[in-house]
């Protein structure tokens, strides 16, 4: 735990705050008035791994997280000579679909989170899509999403098959149910305020993309009673005000998925915008304004944002589930680097990946492909491989999978991307985006602050308080870019991308 950025010369308040409650970290960033971020505090929390391919965590966990960084945030303002209530209001962003029941009167978890990337409910899925007619695209219609192990509505049924006291608070009325944004914000407002926003609740399988409203059809089919799930609210409003420690009296004035969080951080407001973020996983999201657009290539359709009363404007989402915790991988389970930071300097090393193939499906691959029963491959070991070969392969497998991505909403849109902008914590490796324009073809836009999720919750919160309007956003977010440009030909990058397609095939049905 630590402060991440800290940096009050020529801010002017007062301040926004935003909770990024991500996937292994959780952080509380202030913005000044500018849209200048001021400071930052973060701090890891445990990741529990019962099983091969169990991911969970401990919700009280999460509420210490956010304690720590809002306390630590709060001691640096007084030292700086700035108050607590010079933050005027918070945002929250959050990781998406990981799912959790707790006991609506004690406000105890029934059970640990399960991740968005827990693989435990395969058999869970197979149940399902036979239940479906053996169709896992069955309600795709409604709800923009294929059944797989991924959504908050299939973690909900696996909890209710398998934990005894979470299908006996189901049955007594007294479970409450959702995802981080729903227990965060329940629990900040002192068991007050129990929502959810459009972006989250359009990850569930229980939301109509249509209605915006939980779909009767779709909980029936999942089993699971309206009557335990959220309000659904806008992205951007106020809901209430945080009731325990040292945010007290502070509305929350946003709630958003984290990467649709990023949509809003990149001000890709104009429909046919994109942008990627590469966090633990990967997720390349494309404004498809106010039109729901049905994937026919093997993307998900989601809710992008929704600004108060505005019509919710719509995206196609590409998801890939290893980036980042495919470089803690190499560390943690390798020992192939010390720090997450040094893969940079490890793939450099070496001119090229000397035929070095690496597709990480750890658990399974997400979009295009939907592959539960694949699991991760290197192809073409040689005695003249190394570890640097091996990073290389690892940083090249998270473009080349974007590729998948981009080329499929390039078949489902009608609209080749020209520019792709780009954020998270891994964009800071300048290999990984030369390698990406590369791979792509096209060039890739990185922005002088490369965390815009945070930004994302505390813009929609600035709107919200009429601080900042969504068509006229902070000038200091349209500085300082970085370009990287393509530098092989279009034969080289097609020979790399048969490769690559050759590599997946291998990976499929092997679990």
Known sequence: MSFAYVNFDGVVPPFLGAIDQGTSSTRFILFDSKGKQSVAYQTEFP?????????????????????????????????????????????????RETTLVWDKETGKPLHNALVWCDARTA?????????????????????????????????????????????????????????????????????????????NASRTMLMNLSTLNWDKELCDFFEVPLNVLPQIKSSSEVYGKVEVGPLKGIPIASCLGDQQSAVVGQLC???????????????????????????????????????GNEPATYALEGSIAVAGSGVTWLKENMCMIKSVSEVEELASSVKDSAGLYFVPAFS?????????NARGILVGLTHHTNRSHIALALLEAVCFQTREVLDAMKEDSGVALKLLKVDGGMTRNNLLLQIQADILGITVARPNDVETTAFGAAFAAGVALNIWKKDSPPTIKNEGWNYFEPKISEEVRGEKLDKWKDAVKRTLDWA
Request: hydrophobic share 40%; glycine share 10%; charged share 20%.
């Open 47 to 95: 990741q529990i791994h019962p099983h091969p391919g169990w991911v969970e965590h401990n919700p009280l966990d999460i509420l210490d997280s956010i304690e720590v960084c809002v306390e630590n945030v709060a001691n640096k303002l007084n030292e700086v000579g700035f108050k607590i209530s010079d933050i005027i209001a918070v945002g929250i962003a959050n990781q």
């Open 123 to 199: 058999t869970t899925v197979n149940d399902l899509i036979k239940l479906a007619g053996g169709d896992k695209d069955k309600f795709r219609s409604k709800c923009g999403l294929p059944i797989t192990t991924y959504f908050s509505g299939v973690k909900l049924r696996w909890l209710v098959d398998n934990v005894r006291e979470i299908k006996t608070a189901f049955e007594n009325g007294t479970a409450l149910a959702g995802t981080i944004d729903t227990w965060v914000i329940w629990s900040l407002t002192n068991k007050k305020i129990f929502i959810t926003d459009v972006t």
């Open 269 to 307: 407001f104009g429909k046919g915008e994109a942008k990627n973020t590469y966090g633990t996983g990967c997720f390349m999201l494309y404004n498809t304004g106010l039109e729901i657009v049905k994937s026919t290539h093997g993307l998900l359709t989601t809710v992008c944002y929704k600004f």
């Open 364 to 372: 399974g691959l997400f979009a295009p492909h939907w592959k539960e």
